[in-house]
């Protein structure tokens, strides 16, 4: 993969991102408060999945009806889907 291919897919991230108050409502649930944040936000955003190499960080989200999943799944899943 060429890096303008790369920086293309981000632009692309970026074009579809929206702003999100987080408001800090049942904090703390993970140990983690970095953690905290980011499912907060996948919170916000209804969002039914956090991509992260460290699933084992995010537990408990599924308690939240997000499912964390590393990026290789991920991508697997989206490859499937369509």
């Known amino acids: 993969m060429?890096?303008?291919?790369?920086?293309?897919?981000?632009?692309?991230?970026?074009?579809?991102?929206?702003?999100?108050d987080i408001h800090y409502l049942w904090r703390p649930f993970l140990n983690d408060p970095d953690d905290d944040m980011v499912l907060e936000l996948a919170v916000a955003a209804g969002c039914p999945y956090i991509v992260t190499?460290?699933?084992?960080?995010f537990r408990r989200t599924s308690e939240l009806g997000i499912t964390a999943i590393k990026p290789r799944d991920f991508l697997n899943l989206i490859r499937s889907s369509t």
């Open 53 to 57: 190499h460290n699933i084992g960080d």
């Open 2 to 20: 060429h890096p303008n291919d790369v920086f293309g897919y981000l632009r692309y991230l970026a074009a579809q991102a929206s702003l999100h």
